[in-house]
């Protein structure tokens, strides 16, 4: 996972200490614990900062007029259009968004606002995609038949934050069985079991910062360059809960 950076460990540890009764591999109540048990409470937070590795892209065609039948064929033959280009990328996962016709209605509407108002109809498409470089070619495609970017960012894929939580656990779980090693050292007990793990991760949507001509149709600008986009970071944590068992 390129450009992690390792933050500050933080442990917090309590301890419980029974007299009688059995030990239970699922709950750990106080009177189930054999005589001289000990049930240590141990919770440890890991934080990476890992680069954001898919970027996502939002664009949509609209159109206004008085004729809101003409007006929905030409979305829908834009939006066609857009998708016959876009389908043939197999780089690139996309899903169409709302469908938009309602009347623009003035400040102050004449007579003919109200008998033949303007509609303004449009539709959205969805873009995401692992290899940046295909998306922006694409999108900068895209604006070059008319449509428009409402939103270009980076974000961590599922498969990243899996991932990385994947080694948050690793390191976590090693930390505080250490840890519960070296208490039961301290007092004197022969062994120490985690016995019950509770996790719990997340992830920051981090910052990045697109640099591109936003929302330029192709219509003001036929020669539309290609938009640029730099990824951010996001925070990946994971608190990680225990409870181990020390035993004479």
Request: proline share 4%; no cysteine; hydrophobic share 40%.
């Amino acid at each position: 996972m390129a450009n992690i950076k390792r933050k500050i460990f933080v442990f917090s540890f309590s301890l419980i200490l029974a007299s009688s009764s059995s030990f239970s591999q699922n709950t750990f109540d106080l009177t189930e614990l054999e005589s001289g048990q000990l049930l240590l409470n141990l919770g440890v937070t890991e934080r990476i900062s890992v680069e954001q590795d898919t970027l996502n892209a939002s664009l949509a065609y609209s159109v206004q007029g008085r004729d809101k039948i003409s007006l929905q064929n030409e979305v829908n033959e834009k939006i066609a259009g857009a998708l016959e280009l876009i389908d043939v990328i197999p780089e690139i996962e996309y899903s169409t968004g709302q469908y938009y016709i309602y009347i623009i209605r003035p400040g102050r509407p004449s007579r003919n606002d109200v008998e033949n108002p303007t509609w303004r109809a449009q539709q959205s498409l969805q873009l995401n995609s692992k290899n940046s470089d295909v998306l922006l070619e694409a999108v900068g495609e895209l604006q070059s038949i008319g449509m428009e970017i409402n939103g270009l960012d980076y974000s961590l894929s599922d498969e990243a934050f899996a991932q990385t939580s994947d080694s948050l656990l690793s390191i976590a779980l090693e930390k505080l069985q250490s840890r519960a090693s070296e208490t039961a050292e301290l007092l004197d007990k022969s062994s120490a079991n985690l016995v019950e793990v509770t996790i719990n991760g997340d992830r920051s949507a981090g910052f990045f910062q697109p640099r591109m001509a936003m929302m330029e149709s192709a219509q003001d600008n036929p020669t539309m360059t290609t938009p640029t986009a730099i990824p951010g970071q996001s925070e990946v944590s994971l608190n990680v809960s225990a409870k181990a068992l020390l035993s004479p």
